[in-house]
């Protein structure tokens, strides 16, 4: 990879000439087999290179971590005292671990990526002449780009042609306003002042706007800035927890293995024997496979979430989706069909009038805004902005919750129809258009056809009670209001929007969605509770909520919210669910107020206003072909923006994390059951409990029985309720069925010693099998709520558990039990040990019903 060429000039002091002449490109754009070259100069457009995939360094990477370290470490000192044997199986169980983890996260890691990819975020660029969609990594400098409103900017490029174009860089240069971009050489050192410049990660506010790329991957100006806007993400809860329990094992670990090899120091055993033997407790009780399970499970879920319409892009939100109790979503798109046209416009006194709408269309038109309300502004009047110009604008922001334009008509262009007659005698006029309450304070007088009025507070009382009407017919409303401009003035620096004319409401209609009450309710049986976090009007809002079947009686509004401190919010947004006129941070500060009493919150949504709310939540839900700023921030993507899917999500999301339950639960309990056999046969027995390469043996098979987990079954009484981590439950789960195992570990030590006075090695042996085959058939118990024979286990598990058994079993009678340091057990023995397991399997079924719930029955 070879730097980008080196500018003498920032390219924003260049002609667009200059660079292409640097650059070797031109206006037509890169062919195809130019841009493979490129890549391969100047790399990919992404702030990393891509994780290397190939298998050695896999496996290089996994030798490399400290428990493989102290295996190759022990394999080492067996080798060196001479125990050939011991240290050539040491290192065969590290190969053999290692390889079976490659081998299964590869593929599911693999799988997730492809999933992934297929929605990376996309950018238009002009290839061999033509527009086309390509991911945001192939871009190279020498490519034209397309960038739309709610784009985020791929690259650094240079302005070439703009319409309407503005560019939000509040996240690099600090500039909070979007900041208008157009053509042209600018000769300013910074790039706060650079108009004619796109930078990579950047927010495309309004318009449109073709670029030529100069700068790409870490080669921009704001270089590692623009990661900002990229997925680095705090850790989920799912990562917290585990990480915590990851924690809480090690340090468990440590005391044992301290505990073990203090008592063996101190009765005077060989230190190098009791060493190796600690190392391999340790290995042996360390969830070596947690990571594997975890990795392949989510892999998995999210296989088969993409077969259900949800991408995930980020493996670890599954998890979060599947304990999400309260899921925030805005309105348009998700409850409403969105299919939002022009219903009516009127007056200021409220009497049908097209004018309104038609000056509305004007700066739709010219604002640049591709938002909804526009687009269904323009397909009522087409023709509106004809023989109209632009000369200023003031860009639609979700904060003002208004935008306007200063339009001058050409004379010219003015005998065409009769429809623009009445406008076309207005010379420049500043269109204002916006929510109601933002725009109608703005205005001094009212029009009621050909008539200036005063406005009063009379009238204001009017416009409140019709638009409290329009709400509550569940249509939208925007307010237009104008101001002529004195020809003769040039146009000012500052827009200014006051002193105003009420022209007039235009109402839209966006009817709800019918499949929405269904999926809400089927969501709110799953313990999932649904809010409604807009921008719009609280009345339509609150009416589309009743229509939802959603509670609605209490609404809390943006102003309401401004006023109150964190704490109050915290406890308000436990109670109401329907929420009206929020700006994008106040959507954003909802999410964070819920969170704070720990619920796991999710937020759905499509708009640029929606990304800082979807960055917050928990999992973050955003739709196919919604805007490149709120799939950014999204964690999962949805190919259809329905609630059903939502819906579908939850259940697997469930699904997944049962099975990684499982295997944390059986791990915990076993290990901790391990850990005080281990303990308690350290300070008992005169002898080494097992060998080390026994234990390592064990820990390998172990490991082995649970590979089938990830594939395992769940019944659909544990997809009903939210899977929340529960670390009080886990413990009190590990602290009933880890003694009582010990207990029958115990018992066999008795037996074995007093009642059939066994030698070590037969000892050794009889513990080995008795241990797997505690550890390994106590899964089929554990796994499920119901008796294990109503609950059918995925046969891959049942296939994974009964062969590491049978290996367990049939071992000490091949001819490899001498190299194991296994003797062929009496049959006496064997019938006792049997029936040792079937009394434990026994008690554990009985046990587990109050393990798991912490209630008998
Ligand atoms: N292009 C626009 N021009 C003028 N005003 C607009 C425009 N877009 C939105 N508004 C105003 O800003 C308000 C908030 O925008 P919007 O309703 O899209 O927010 P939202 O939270 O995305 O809503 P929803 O929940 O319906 O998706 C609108 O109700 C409208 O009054
Ligand atoms: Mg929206």
Avoid at 280 to 300: D, H, K, N
Avoid at 491 to 519: N, R, Y
Avoid at 595 to 620: E, H, S, W
Wanted: glycine share 8%; charged share 20%; proline share 6%.
């Amino acid at each position: 990879m070879s730097p980008a060429p080196v500018h003498t000039l920032p390219f924003w002091q260049q002609t667009p000439e200059a660079l292409y002449a640097q650059l070797q490109c031109g206006a037509a754009g890169l062919s195809a087999s130019e841009v493979q070259n490129r890549l391969a100069r100047y790399g990919p457009n992404s702030d990393a290179p891509p994780p290397s995939r190939g298998l050695l360094r896999a496996i290089g990477r996994r030798l490399l971590e400290p428990l493989s370290l102290i295996l190759l470490g022990a394999g080492a000192v067996s080798a060196v005292t001479g125990d050939n044997v011991g240290g050539g199986i040491i290192v065969t169980i590290l190969g053999l671990s290692i390889g079976l983890d490659t081998l299964q996260e590869g593929r599911a890691t693999r799988a997730a990526e492809m999933l992934r990819q297929s929605v990376a975020l996309r950018a238009e660029v002009l290839r061999d002449g033509a527009f086309r969609q390509v991911p945001v990594q192939d871009i190279v400098p020498g490519d034209v780009i397309r960038v739309r409103a709610g784009d985020i900017i791929p690259a650094d490029a240079l302005v070439l042609q703009a319409d309407a174009f503005t560019a939000g860089e509040a996240a690099l240069t600090g500039e909070p306003y979007p900041v208008e971009k157009h053509p042209g050489v600018v000769d300013a050192a910074s790039p706060a002042e650079a108009r004619n410049a796109l930078f990579r990660g950047a927010v495309a506010q309004t318009g449109e706007a073709l670029a030529l790329v100069v700068g790409t991957g870490r080669n921009t100006v704001f270089g590692a800035a623009a990661l900002v806007l990229g997925e680095a993400q705090q850790p989920s809860p799912f990562e917290r927890d585990m990480h915590a329990f990851g924690l809480m094992t090690a340090r468990l670990t440590l005391a044992l293995v301290l505990l073990v090899l203090t008592a063996h120091m101190l009765f005077g055993r060989p230190v190098l024997e009791s060493l190796l033997f600690a190392v391999a407790l340790a290995v042996g009780l360390t969830p070596e496979l947690l990571p594997m399970i975890t990795t392949v499970t989510l892999g998995r879920g999210a296989l088969r979430m993409a077969a259900r319409k949800v991408i995930v892009k980020r493996l670890a939100s599954i998890h979060d989706l599947g304990a999400m109790t309260v899921l925030c979503t805005d309105k348009t798109g998700t409850l409403t069909r969105a299919e939002i046209a022009l219903d009516r416009s009127l007056d200021a006194d409220g009497s049908p009038d097209p004018r309104a709408a038609q000056l509305a269309a004007i700066a739709a038109d010219l604002g640049g805004d591709r938002g909804a309300l526009d687009t269904a502004l323009q397909a009522a009047h087409p023709e509106a902005a004809q023989g109209w110009t632009l000369l200023r604008r003031q860009a639609f922001d979700f904060n003002r919750r208004l935008g306007s334009v200063l339009a001058e008509h050409s004379t010219a262009s003015n005998a065409n129809g009769d429809e623009h007659e009445t406008l076309s005698q207005t010379e420049r006029l500043l269109i204002v258009k916006g929510a109601p309450e933002a725009v109608l304070p703005l205005c001094t007088q009212r029009r009621v056809g050909d008539q200036l009025l005063p406005q009063g507070d009379a009238e204001r009382a009017q416009d409140a009670a019709r638009l409290r009407q329009l709400a509550q017919q569940g249509l939208r409303v925007l307010a237009v209001a104008s101001r002529r401009w004195a020809p003769q003035d040039a146009a000012p620096q500052e827009l200014e929007e006051s002193g105003l004319v009420f022209e007039g409401l235009c109402a839209f209609a966006d009817p709800p969605k019918p499949s929405a009450p269904a999926a809400i309710a089927r969501l709110a049986a799953a313990g999932v509770r649904l809010k409604i976090l807009s921008g719009d009007d609280p009345v339509v809002v609150q009416r589309l909520a009743q229509q939802m079947g959603l509670r609605a009686e209490q609404v809390l509004t943006g102003a309401d919210i401004a006023q109150l401190g964190n704490e109050a919010l915290a406890v308000q947004v436990q109670a109401v669910d329907v929420y009206g006129r929020l700006t994008p941070d106040q959507k954003a500060r909802i999410v964070h107020a819920l969170q704070a009493r720990g619920t796991v919150t999710g937020f759905l949504g499509d708009g640029i206003n929606d990304a800082p709310a979807l960055k917050v939540a928990d999992v973050g839900l955003s739709v196919e072909g919604a805007s490149g700023v709120a799939q950014a921030a999204a964690d999962m993507i949805l190919l259809a923006s329905d609630l059903e899917v939502v819906a579908d999500g939850v259940e697997e999301g469930r699904r997944t994390f049962v099975n990684i339950l499982k295997y944390v639960r059986m791990g915990a309990s076993s290990n901790f059951g391990n850990m005080l056999s281990m303990a308690a046969a350290s300070l008992l027995l005169p002898f080494l409990p097992m060998l080390p390469t026994q234990v390592l043996l064990n820990n390998l098979l172990y490991d082995f029985s649970e590979i089938g987990i990830p594939f395992d079954t769940v019944r659909p009484e544990a997809l009903a309720r939210p899977q929340v981590w529960d670390m009080h439950g886990l413990l009190r789960f590990a602290g009933i069925m880890g003694p009582l195992s010990s207990l029958f570990d115990l018992a066999t030590f008795a037996g074995l010693l007093w009642l059939y006075r066994a030698t070590p090695e037969a000892f050794h042996t009889l513990w080995f099998m008795e241990s797997m085959a505690t550890q390994i058939l106590v899964i089929f118990i554990i796994r499920t709520r119901a008796l294990p024979w109503q609950d059918r286990p995925h046969p891959a598990l049942t296939a994974s558990s009964l062969v590491a058994l049978a290996v367990a079993l049939v071992l000490p009678f091949t001819p490899l039990a001498g190299w194991f340091g296994f003797v062929q057990p009496g049959w006496d023995m064997l019938g006792g040990m049997a029936l040792l397991v079937l009394v434990y399997l026994l008690c554990a079924q009985w046990l587990k019903g109050f393990a798991l719930t912490g209630k008998f029955g």
